[in-house]
């Protein structure tokens, strides 16, 4: 006799519905808690994410400006042909930012040799000169060379820069003064070259004829817009101060005619070119735009 199988199982069929969440009382029984479905609000316009997307677009924007970067023009050629009129330069502000320095932020000290951009302290010598356009007191900005650090004596004798006694090694170049002078916007014309020296870090450029004076023993520094660090009278930079230079020498009122930069108006570093235009160019129709654009100079990391 065949044996049945018996089992004490009850089938049970599934439901597709609603859950809802249960708990258990500490008397071990079961509570039911039912779960409120947060509100939904009015669908979002396009018209409305535009503008919410435009908001933080904005609040980025001047976050990074004020903070990290900063776009500046180059309207003057103190610094040929380091950097050229029409250069638009970004400025790394964040690099030089005041506290101390942490290991895992690009932060440091202002050291010799940084190009550096800050607001014009204004010339005591010549204050009819402040009221130009360009040279606005606390307004304009400038981009010149460091040279002198808090402390450093400086001395200009000739074509040398000397700190603290030792002559700070430059590589000199040889340019077309009569050619500068008719147009200072155009970059200058190189007559001649030495072969860059171990331990010249960047180039400074001469007018060819003031090289020959100041190889003869003339002094080419004598300039009556000169009050610092010439004519045989050495000067000591402050506390919190910089004496800067631009690297076309003899076509640059820097520190040598107005003194010294102190330390709260500089804004940054100047680290690239990212995008530059021809001033020298006429303008006759909106294709002259990509015409007297640089396209080389696009990216060019400026040291």
Not at 112 to 122: C, E, H
Not at 138 to 162: A, C, H, M, Q, S
Not at 211 to 235: C, L, M, Y
């Amino acid at each position: 006799m065949a044996d049945t199988a018996i089992t004490t199982e009850k089938e049970t069929t599934e439901k597709t519905g609603t859950f809802t969440a249960h708990s258990v009382k500490p008397n071990g029984r079961e509570r039911e808690v039912r779960v409120e479905a947060e509100p939904v609000g009015p669908p979002k316009t396009v018209i409305r994410e535009y503008f919410e997307s435009a908001v933080v677009t904005v609040i980025m924007a001047l976050f990074g400006m004020t903070f990290i970067v900063q776009a500046v023009k180059v309207p003057t050629a103190s610094m040929e042909n380091t950097i050229t009129v029409g250069d638009h330069l970004l400025v790394n502000k964040f690099i030089f930012a005041p506290g101390p320095s942490l290991p895992v932020l690009p932060q440091r000290d202002i050291k010799r040799a940084d190009i550096i951009v800050f607001k014009y302290p204004g010339n005591p010598f010549n204050k009819s000169r402040d009221n130009d356009e360009d040279n606005i007191p606390f307004k304009v900005n400038y981009v010149k060379r460091v040279i002198g650090l808090p402390g450093d004596t400086v001395e200009v004798k000739g074509l040398k820069v000397y700190v603290n006694g030792e002559p700070l090694p430059e590589h000199i170049i040889a340019v077309d003064g009569q050619k500068a002078l008719m147009n200072q916007k155009a970059p200058l014309s190189i007559v001649n070259e030495e072969p860059r020296q171990a331990g010249e870090l960047y180039d400074v450029y001469y007018y060819e004829h003031n090289i020959e004076a100041a190889r003869v023993g003339q002094d080419i520094n004598s300039s009556s817009d000169f009050h610092f660090a010439v004519n045989g009278k050495p000067t000591k930079v402050p506390p919190n101060s910089y004496f800067v230079m631009g690297d076309d020498r003899d076509n640059s009122l820097d520190s040598r005619a107005w003194g010294f930069v102190p330390r709260d108006l500089i804004i940054g570093r100047a680290m690239f070119v990212y995008w530059s235009y021809d001033e020298t160019q006429p303008f006759n129709s909106p294709l002259d735009f990509f015409g007297n654009t640089r396209w080389s100079r696009t990216g060019t990391m400026v040291k």
